[in-house]
């Protein structure tokens, strides 16, 4: 258990790591040949040019102006200059509520702090319990401990200050919970309503449509909205499995690169032919020469390209039940994703459909019936595996200690006697270890999401997101909570009558405060601050750079600006509100810590999302009741902790006073959902109409049709393969976009849709020959 010199010791440790983070950035982002590492968004924009040229040969390399390493925290005020409308212009609205997180976080936690400090830990400072139950009773206890509300007598009167404290922070709380909804759900209509134009807010994606005897699901799509939305709709994309087109793009690309790699290699030293082992990951196997060993493999893929490419076009298994469908107005798209189309709502399954940026390709080939039995499967694998995560993560905690390191390294025991190991063992190490344990884990629950069948890269990464903070939740927050208090306190249980147990247990919880203060310093501080210095892109782009760049061109997709990693680090924001409102009346003094990690973080995101960070999408904000939700969870998390708390310290008087704050919380969530949730999952068809006018009054003469029909194209179909010629792409299109309407050849009745009639005043009148069949 750590004390108080060990927490210094730790804090130590981790405000050297993130000054020396820091001061790395500072020294780097200067010097002339880490400009496209540290500000690759400007140049992706257009707005920045390289230093180096025109410049000496040192100075090229060296920035040689002393007077800016003083100047080296500079960037800390540069990166809150930018005003929120700005910002939102520049980065997207989904990267500015992001940092709103982070200000969400102060405002909640910096009123609660000063209430905390000024109330709460003179109250549970002024009593002697736990020296007197250490004494009397054998309990581990630290200095840190005596400042937490273990440190209050069974059955004192002081508890009713807690219980007051809870009712302030929860409505509080509440209170800035409900005014950044708001903002937040203005700050979206507005960014759509001036919005630039985007396929998406005319388009629509149809799933399960039924299959058709007699007619294509190309043809079947096409009839089916003519009928039931003659006067909108404008065209159709139908979705095409062209998965293994895609690995064959990807695959010709890759062995692309390391053809122009033995080029350059063999331009710089052409005495000597690069010569290459053609078996695993080239360890062993017939040697060949490199040049022309890529040479023939690309000419091989390109055929199998070639080849796949025309089954696509040509097999009508390819083609899936499913199609993006636009219409001529945001309007009419609104109509239609949000109202069900046919009296089986299991059939003809509308929904927005995500900007193209937006959509994951491969998981559009899934076909819908199985979504529901891959999620059954992935749920049960989550469970699973948080389930078995508790034993690596009890295993490692217990040893992450002195007395558990003795035990496993009897060798080391002289230098587990030195005292600066103890408190570095102690106030760092348990941190450091769960920090390591929950590194690959967003990659695997990536992986997973994906399996489930999510059709964006924005709902693959809310999923994950989900699953990442229940993680956290089972594992690092109640795992640690429950099995490192119980590990703790096991000399007492033992010795204890069973009746004892659950008293002792009840002030053991608030003990494992100085675990998560030295995971917060570790995650928090050093963790934040590394982000910033950006070491795996930086080494990545030097290495491109120089073994690989050739030209300009390849020095800028040697550039790595990479993403917020939204379904990574808003799971580890929501712990450090769960972890903040669940300690502010147990064990206050963990406030500042929190604090400073929700400050470093805005001002260390604020600079990334200006700088670096090139966000894939744009989702508008949709991310935002999930996120409210989850603080939602951890105040209601927080008001049965301590429930449970002080009934096991004789205060059940209390009890019913507390009961009632879960309830309030969970009507207030009730009321937020139905007030501002539509915001975030409809369109009002107010807002539609209103776009659509103003863009018929500024752009009178635009050609919606042309803007839409290839919007949707699977990416592979064009510019996804340098073979594809003019002649190639005029047939794609001409396969993926046929004629305005398609006569029917339908001579069953079994998927007619419900009967039509079609007035002479129609535009699709000219077409009624090719109907006669449909009948609204």
């Known amino acids: 258990m750590a004390t108080l010199k060990d927490i210094a010791v730790a804090a130590a440790f981790n405000i050297g790591s993130a000054f020396a983070f820091f001061l790395a950035f500072a020294i780097l982002k200067i010097q002339p040949f880490n400009d496209r590492v540290y500000f690759p968004k400007w140049y992706l924009k257009g707005l920045r040019s390289s230093p180096i040229h025109g410049r000496a040969h040192v100075k090229k390399f060296v920035n040689l102006d002393l007077q800016s390493y003083i100047r080296f925290l500079n960037w800390m005020h540069d990166a809150l200059k930018m005003p929120e409308p700005e910002l939102i212009d520049h980065a997207g609205l989904d990267s500015a509520v992001y940092l709103r997180i982070y200000l969400m976080g102060l405002k909640i936690f910096v009123p609660i702090a000063c209430l905390a400090w000024t109330i709460l830990i003179p109250i549970n400072w002024t009593n002697d319990t736990l020296i007197t139950a250490a004494r009397v009773k054998n309990i581990t206890t630290s200095d840190i401990d005596n400042l937490s509300i273990s440190n209050i007598p069974q059955g004192s009167q002081r508890f ?356 998560f203060i030295t995971f917060i310093m570790v995650d928090g501080w050093a963790g934040v601050a590394a982000d910033i210095v950006r070491i795996k892109p930086l080494i990545m782009f030097h290495l491109n750079n120089l073994f690989l760049a050739k030209t300009e061109k390849d020095r800028e997709s040697a550039m790595d600006p990479g993403n917020i990693v939204f379904h990574a680090r808003e799971p580890r924001i929501q712990l450090h509100f769960l972890l903040g409102l669940v300690y502010a009346t147990v064990t206050p003094i963990i406030l500042p810590f929190v604090l400073v990690f929700f400050a470093l973080g805005y001002v260390v995101f604020r600079h990334q999302v200006i700088n670096v960070y090139k966000q894939e999408y744009e989702s508008a904000a949709a991310f935002w009741p999930a996120v409210h939700g989850r603080v939602i969870m951890a105040l209601v998390i927080s008001h049965v902790l301590l429930m449970g708390l002080l009934m096991t310290k004789a205060a059940a008087l209390s009890t019913p006073f507390l009961i009632v704050l879960p309830i309030l919380t969970i009507y207030f969530h009730r009321f937020c959902k139905g007030r501002y949730e539509p915001a975030f999952i409809r369109y009002p068809l107010e807002e539609a109409m209103m776009k659509d006018t103003l863009e018929r009054a500024r752009e009178p003469n635009l050609n919606v049709k042309s803007y839409l029909q290839n919007a949707f194209l699977h990416p592979v179909f064009f510019g996804g393969d340098d073979d594809i010629d003019e002649h190639e792409m005029e047939e794609i299109t001409k396969w993926e976009n046929e004629s305005d309407l398609v006569p029917t050849k339908r001579t069953s009745r079994r998927t007619t849709p419900a009967p039509n009639k079609i007035g002479p005043s129609s535009p699709s009148s000219q077409h009624e020959g090719s109907h006669t069949d449909y009948k609204r």
Not at 245 to 250: I, P, Q, S, T
Request: with cysteine; proline share 6%; hydrophobic share 45%.
């Open 160 to 515: 009713w200050a807690h219980i007051a404290m809870a009712y302030a922070f929860t409505f509080w709380t509440c209170y800035v919970l409900l005014k950044e909804y708001e903002t937040v759900a203005d700050m979206r209509f507005q960014f759509l309503l001036t919005e630039r134009r985007r396929p998406d807010q005319f388009s629509v994606l149809v799933r399960n449509v039924p299959p058709d005897p007699d007619e294509s699901v190309s043809e079947l799509v096409e009839h089916f909205f003519l009928v039931n939305h003659p006067n909108n709709y404008i065209c159709s994309q139908v979705v095409c499995n062209a998965n293994k087109l895609a690995d064959l793009v990807e695959k010709k690309k890759k062995m692309q690169n390391w053809l122009d790699y033995y080029h350059l290699k063999f331009a710089r030293n052409n005495t000597k032919r690069p010569i290459i082992k053609t078996g695993f990951w080239g360890l062993w196997g017939k040697k060949r020469d490199a040049i022309d060993y890529y040479i023939s493999e690309i000419e091989k893929v390109s055929e199998e390209i070639v080849a796949e490419r025309e089954r696509v076009e040509s097999d009508p298994k390819s083609i899936v039940p499913a199609a993006f469908v636009s219409f001529k107005t945001r309007w009419a798209a609104a109509v239609c994703a949000q109202t069900q189309q046919f009296r089986n709502p299991t059939l003809w399954i509308t929904d927005w459909a995500p900007e193209p940026q937006d959509v994951y390709w491969p998981n559009l080939a899934i076909p819908y019936v199985s979504l529901t039995l891959r999620r059954l499967i992935m749920g049960v694998a989550f469970f699973s595996l948080t389930f078995f995560f508790l034993i690596p993560i009890t295993i490692v905690q217990s040893l992450a200690s002195i007395q558990g390191l003795k035990k496993a390294f009897p060798f080391l025991s002289h230098l587990f006697k030195i005292q600066f190991v103890q408190a570095f063992i102690a106030g760092v190490l348990p941190g450091l270890v769960l920090k390591l344990f929950l590194m690959f884990l967003p990659s695997i629950l990536m992986i997973m999401s994906k399996f489930e069948g999510f059709i964006s890269i924005s709902s693959l990464e809310r999923r994950s997101a989900s699953r990442y903070y229940l993680f956290n939740l089972v594992n690092t927050f109640l795992c640690n909570v429950i099995v490192g208090s119980a590990l703790q306190q096991l000399k007492s249980f033992l010795h204890q009558p069973p009746t004892e147990i659950a008293k002792t247990f009840g002030m053991a919880i608030p003990m494992k405060a100085t675990f």
